[in-house]
């Protein structure tokens, strides 16, 4: 019901902004229903119902916040406010949609960029733009709103899906899951190929059986666990922090011995006690609570990769055998849910020379492609809210290409949008359309393409044989072979990828199947007569780029290009490793397309080039290296070299384990919803860049010292087996695995020493450059140094905001003396 005019005539009084813009609002077809006000008389808000129309446009019924901030500069803080009052407010407000006005004239751009990855559609727009708008001016906001929400790309969302309007299909499997985890019935295994989407399964479940409120829920991201420590102890001490973080009812249990006691893993002096403290805590809990325990382990194979160490199998057995003897201990109150990409974990009866734990343990459950109507539903859904509209020929051509994978059929609705993208009112794709889109994708997404496969590829090769048959039309023989092999040609059909070989076999999705006919008829092609057949050319083509030029010199494990986008003008560098694994960059890729800052670089994208190499692209950053500046003429100042210490411990900080940030996430939330659960497993565990040195970072003119060249790991099943390709680096006392931030620091610590020097490790040892180092610097500055190379040393840095803080310090006192 709109708001009684005498109130709104009342809140507004005799400012003319909140008078502008309640008439602009009215004037386009939203009704006032309640007014906001916050602590700040500068920032409020209205909630708005939408016309009818625009209910039809923009596919949403519920009020729309309208929130105003009258400054001449939007900061990316009224976003963050603006999600909050939508939060608080619960079903009241739209989660899908929302307006900020401000006195910026670049409001409507800076909200875009800003708001980019927000699964809100937050339209900007200034007050400048409001006045122009009828009853002031003779423009319609209604149909600026609409131009507003028809430039956002739904279909392209940043990573898996966390929300519950961008989640489409498996509704009946998701209830049928819930029932059994949260009755205790039995344990379950959820597998497909990557971007099919067992995350966004595997997230709405868990939030699911969090609102069925019988299950304290506990996830736990076993691949950025295993970047750091692969071993049982590690891993039983993850899934504990994530058990005790599940609930305020958990955390209050008191006697804990390992849960929630040790903010870093290192901070355990006896990591030999972690089994026998993880099954007393366990018990404990059980034993007070009576609620179930519902633990979620997701990319299960990144602790029993395909040929997997000796210690990596005992340690898989260790970790099982103690979780499923507490299953016997107090049947019906532990589920586990394991989620990854092969199923051969649980199928195989012996891991190694010891029997399996888990052998035929788990259901399992194949995640497929979406159903026709789901995937019908999920284009036409997000079509709808973004102006895009398809009939019946043009979805049946959809589904025939993608076969209903759910990351394809996003990238295809993705590509038709950005076919139309300065539309002002509904267009329509047409069947034609999609078959040219498609052909488009074949060449732009070939990345997601090789992604989609690269796991058989890599690590499972007769299922990839399989695969090929298919794809080359060699049903017979495929045919013969599912005779033979039944068990590999049923993870195939599981999958979703081919139909029943004793019926008709063959791919299911046109887009998968044309794609490896290409790359299958490429691989047969004469190889280059060069030494360096695995070189790319200036004109080559390389997904959706085009080759320029080598960058520097070939490194030990790859060659970097710079390359420019298909019919753009933006330029990437292309880093091509050599022999890699493209299944296991890309896993490592994920984590690190979530970091954010201004000083570390930006992943773009994966794939594979001809060869079969693994490509990463990565934003293109102008500007020398910091190993320009390891010289005695060219070393930077001490007030400089603090700056880029602040700058680099800063990015740093974005990366490694932060136990203030998980207190504090704690204290405010009593039940872990399953965005907050991420932020406290991402706070916990953090990113190892594993390779800082001077030569890996760049310094921009504009964003100062970058972080680029994270050290991945190239070898499928040892992910934290890589040794940094450099001499020197490696702090003394290093255990190759144990990857912790405290490496990190020791790198950075040794790169700043000889930046201080002006001289390179190597030429001179370590003890070399201190004592030039502390002949340069103040007593405060060489301690900071000092102490980041004091690698697991009583003073030597355990958490890198400490560092931070000191940098920050020791600058100030720099910059005030000088």
Same mark, same amino acid.
């Given at each position: 019901?709109?708001?009684?005019?005498?109130i709104?005539?009342t809140?507004?009084?005799?400012?003319r902004v909140?008078?502008?813009?309640a008439?602009?609002?009215?004037?386009?077809g939203?009704s006032i229903?309640y007014?906001?006000t916050?602590?700040?008389?500068k920032?409020?808000?209205?909630?708005t119902?939408?016309?009818?129309?625009?209910?039809a446009?923009?596919?949403?019924?519920?009020?729309v916040?309208?929130?105003?901030?009258?400054y001449?500069?939007?900061?990316?803080?009224?976003?963050?406010?603006a999600?909050?009052i939508?939060?608080a407010?619960?079903a009241?407000?739209?989660?899908?949609?929302?307006?900020?006005i401000?006195?910026?004239?670049r409001?409507?751009?800076?909200?875009?960029?800003?708001s980019?990855?927000?699964?809100t559609?937050?339209?900007?727009?200034?007050?400048?733009?409001?006045?122009?708008?009828?009853?002031h001016?003779?423009q319609d906001?209604?149909?600026?709103l609409?131009?507003?929400?028809?430039?956002?790309?739904?279909?392209?969302?940043?990573?898996?899906?966390?929300?519950?309007?961008?989640?489409?299909?498996?509704?009946?499997l998701l209830?049928?899951?819930?029932?059994?985890i949260?009755?205790?019935?039995?344990?379950?295994g959820?597998?497909?190929?990557?971007?099919?989407g067992?995350t966004?399964?595997?997230?709405?479940?868990?939030?699911?059986?969090?609102?069925?409120?019988r299950?304290?829920?506990?996830q736990i991201d076993?691949q950025?666990a295993?970047a750091?420590?692969?071993?049982s102890n590690?891993i039983?001490?993850?899934?504990?922090?994530a058990i005790?973080?599940?609930h305020?009812?958990?955390?209050?249990v008191?006697?804990?011995?390992?849960?929630?006691?040790?903010?870093l893993?290192?901070?355990?002096?006896?990591?030999?006690?972690?089994?026998?403290?993880?099954?007393?805590?366990?018990?404990?809990l059980?034993s007070?609570?009576?609620?179930?325990?519902?633990?979620?382990?997701d990319?299960?194979?990144?602790i029993?990769p395909?040929?997997?160490?000796?210690?990596?199998?005992?340690?898989?057995?260790?970790?099982?055998?103690?979780?499923?003897?507490l299953?016997?201990?107090?049947?019906g109150?532990?589920?586990?849910?394991?989620s990854?990409?092969?199923?051969k974990?649980?199928?195989?009866?012996k891991?190694?020379?010891?029997d399996?734990?888990?052998?035929?343990?788990?259901?399992?459950?194949?995640l497929?492609p979406?159903r026709?109507?789901?995937?019908?539903?999920?284009?036409t859904?997000?079509?709808?809210?973004?102006?895009?509209?398809?009939?019946?020929?043009?979805?049946?051509?959809?589904?025939a290409?993608?076969?209903?994978h759910? #990351?394809l059929?996003?990238?295809?609705?993705?590509?038709?949008?950005?076919?139309n993208?300065?539309r002002?009112?509904?267009?329509?794709?047409?069947?034609?359309?999609?078959?040219?889109l498609a052909?488009?994708?074949l060449?732009?997404?070939?990345?997601l393409?090789?992604?989609?496969?690269s796991?058989?590829?890599d690590?499972y090769?007769?299922?990839?044989?399989?695969?090929?048959?298919?794809?080359?039309?060699k049903?017979?023989e495929?045919?013969?072979?599912?005779?033979?092999?039944p068990?590999?040609?049923?993870?195939l059909v599981?999958?979703?990828?081919?139909?029943?070989?004793?019926?008709?076999?063959?791919l299911?999705?046109?887009l998968l199947q044309?794609?490896?006919q290409?790359?299958?008829?490429?691989a047969?092609?004469?190889?280059?007569?060069s030494q360096? !057949?695995?070189r790319?050319?200036?004109?080559?083509?390389?997904?959706?780029?085009t080759?320029?030029?080598?960058v520097?010199?070939?490194?030990?494990?790859?060659?970097?290009?710079? /390359?420019?986008?298909e019919?753009?003008?933006?330029?990437?560098?292309?880093?091509?490793?050599?022999?890699?694994k493209l299944?296991?960059?890309?896993?490592?890729?994920?984590?690190?397309q979530?970091?954010n800052?201004?000083?570390i670089?930006?992943?773009?994208?994966?794939? !594979?080039?001809q060869?079969?190499d693994?490509?990463?692209a990565?934003?293109?950053i102008?500007?020398?290296?910091?190993?320009?500046f390891c010289?005695?003429s060219?070393?930077? !100042?001490e007030?400089?070299l603090l700056?880029?210490?602040?700058?680099?411990?800063?990015?740093l900080e974005?990366?490694?384990?932060r136990?203030a940030a998980?207190d504090d996430?704690?204290?405010?939330?009593?039940?872990?919803?399953g965005?907050?659960a991420?932020?406290i497993?991402?706070?916990?565990h953090?990113?190892?860049?594993?390779?800082i040195?001077?030569?890996n970072i760049i310094?921009s003119?504009?964003?100062?010292?970058?972080?680029?060249?994270?050290?991945?790991?190239?070898?499928?099943?040892?992910?934290?087996?890589?040794v940094s390709?450099?001499p020197?680096?490696l702090?003394p006392?290093?255990?190759?695995?144990?990857?912790?931030?405290?490496?990190?620091?020791?790198?950075?610590g040794?790169?700043?020493?000889?930046?201080?020097?002006g /001289?390179?490790?190597?030429k #001179?040892?370590?003890?070399?450059?201190?004592?030039?180092a502390?002949q340069?610097?103040?007593?405060?500055?060489?301690?900071?140094v000092?102490?980041?190379l004091?690698?697991?040393?009583?003073?030597?840095y355990?958490?890198?905001?400490?560092?931070?803080?000191?940098?920050?310090?020791?600058?100030?006192?720099?910059?005030?003396?000088?």
């Amino acid at each position: 019901m709109p708001i009684k005019s005498s109130i709104l005539e009342t809140f507004i009084g005799g400012n003319r902004v909140k008078k502008d813009i309640a008439a602009a609002l009215a004037a386009g077809g939203l009704s006032i229903e309640y007014v906001h006000t916050t602590n700040n008389p500068k920032v409020w808000g209205y909630f708005t119902k939408l016309s009818d129309q625009l209910q039809a446009t923009l596919g949403e019924t519920r009020e729309v916040l309208v929130l105003v901030a009258e400054y001449d500069l939007l900061h990316a803080s009224e976003i963050d406010n603006a999600t909050r009052i939508i939060q608080a407010k619960g079903a009241r407000l739209s989660r899908s949609v929302s307006i900020i006005i401000t006195d910026d004239r670049r409001t409507g751009d800076k909200v875009r960029e800003i708001s980019d990855e927000s699964g809100t559609l937050f339209v900007g727009f200034s007050l400048d733009r409001i006045r122009k708008c009828k009853p002031h001016g003779d423009q319609d906001f209604r149909a600026l709103l609409q131009a507003q929400s028809y430039a956002r790309d739904l279909y392209d969302l940043p990573g898996a899906v966390t929300k519950t309007q961008d989640f489409f299909g498996r509704r009946r499997l998701l209830e049928r899951l819930r029932q059994e985890i949260t009755s205790g019935t039995g344990h379950q295994g959820i597998f497909g190929l990557r971007k099919i989407g067992k995350t966004s399964l595997v997230n709405r479940l868990a939030q699911l059986v969090r609102e069925d409120g019988r299950c304290f829920v506990a996830q736990i991201d076993l691949q950025r666990a295993a970047a750091i420590r692969p071993d049982s102890n590690y891993i039983l001490w993850s899934i504990g922090q994530a058990i005790y973080d599940s609930h305020r009812h958990v955390r209050d249990v008191r006697g804990y011995r390992l849960f929630g006691q040790y903010g870093l893993f290192s901070d355990i002096s006896h990591t030999d006690t972690v089994c026998e403290l993880f099954d007393h805590d366990l018990n404990l809990l059980i034993s007070q609570r009576r609620r179930k325990v519902a633990v979620f382990l997701d990319e299960i194979e990144r602790i029993l990769p395909p040929g997997a160490t000796s210690a990596v199998q005992k340690s898989f057995v260790k970790v099982w055998r103690i979780l499923r003897g507490l299953d016997q201990q107090f049947p019906g109150r532990l589920s586990f849910i394991i989620s990854g990409t092969n199923p051969k974990c649980v199928e195989d009866s012996k891991v190694g020379e010891d029997d399996n734990p888990v052998y035929n343990y788990f259901t399992r459950e194949y995640l497929k492609p979406l159903r026709r109507e789901e995937a019908y539903d999920l284009l036409t859904t997000i079509g709808g809210r973004i102006g895009l509209q398809w009939d019946t020929p043009s979805l049946a051509a959809s589904y025939a290409q993608t076969g209903g994978h759910p #990351a394809l059929l996003r990238a295809l609705g993705s590509a038709a949008h950005n076919k139309n993208m300065n539309r002002h009112q509904a267009t329509r794709v047409l069947e034609q359309d999609v078959r040219l889109l498609a052909q488009d994708l074949l060449i732009e997404r070939s990345s997601l393409l090789a992604q989609l496969v690269s796991t058989l590829k890599d690590e499972y090769r007769d299922e990839y044989y399989l695969l090929t048959l298919l794809a080359e039309g060699k049903v017979h023989e495929f045919a013969e072979w599912a005779r033979i092999v039944p068990g590999d040609v049923a993870h195939l059909v599981g999958y979703g990828i081919c139909r029943d070989p004793h019926t008709t076999p063959s791919l299911c999705i046109d887009l998968l199947q044309t794609y490896l006919q290409r790359q299958l008829g490429s691989a047969n092609r004469p190889a280059r007569p060069s030494q360096y !057949s695995n070189r790319l050319d200036p004109g080559d083509k390389v997904g959706d780029y085009t080759v320029l030029h080598s960058v520097g010199s070939p490194g030990g494990f790859a060659t970097v290009y710079k /390359a420019q986008e298909e019919g753009t003008e933006k330029f990437v560098a292309l880093k091509v490793v050599r022999n890699g694994k493209l299944s296991t960059v890309q896993r490592e890729l994920d984590i690190l397309q979530t970091l954010n800052h201004p000083n570390i670089v930006r992943i773009i994208d994966a794939g !594979s080039v001809q060869t079969g190499d693994p490509y990463i692209a990565m934003e293109y950053i102008e500007g020398p290296t910091l190993r320009n500046f390891c010289e005695a003429s060219t070393r930077p !100042s001490e007030h400089m070299l603090l700056k880029w210490s602040v700058a680099l411990l800063e990015a740093l900080e974005r990366m490694h384990p932060r136990p203030a940030a998980v207190d504090d996430l704690r204290k405010r939330h009593d039940e872990l919803d399953g965005d907050v659960a991420q932020a406290i497993f991402e706070a916990q565990h953090g990113v190892v860049h594993r390779d800082i040195k001077p030569a890996n970072i760049i310094l921009s003119t504009n964003r100062g010292p970058i972080l680029i060249d994270f050290n991945l790991s190239v070898r499928a099943g040892a992910p934290v087996e890589t040794v940094s390709a450099t001499p020197h680096y490696l702090p003394p006392g290093f255990i190759i695995g144990n990857w912790t931030h405290e490496v990190d620091l020791y790198q950075l610590g040794v790169t700043l020493l000889q930046l201080a020097a002006g /001289a390179e490790i190597g030429k #001179a040892t370590i003890a070399d450059l201190k004592l030039t180092a502390a002949q340069l610097l103040s007593g405060r500055t060489f301690g900071l140094v000092d102490r980041l190379l004091a690698f697991q040393k009583p003073n030597g840095y355990r958490l890198t905001g400490d560092a931070l803080r000191d940098a920050r310090t020791a600058l100030n006192l720099v910059s005030r003396n000088s």
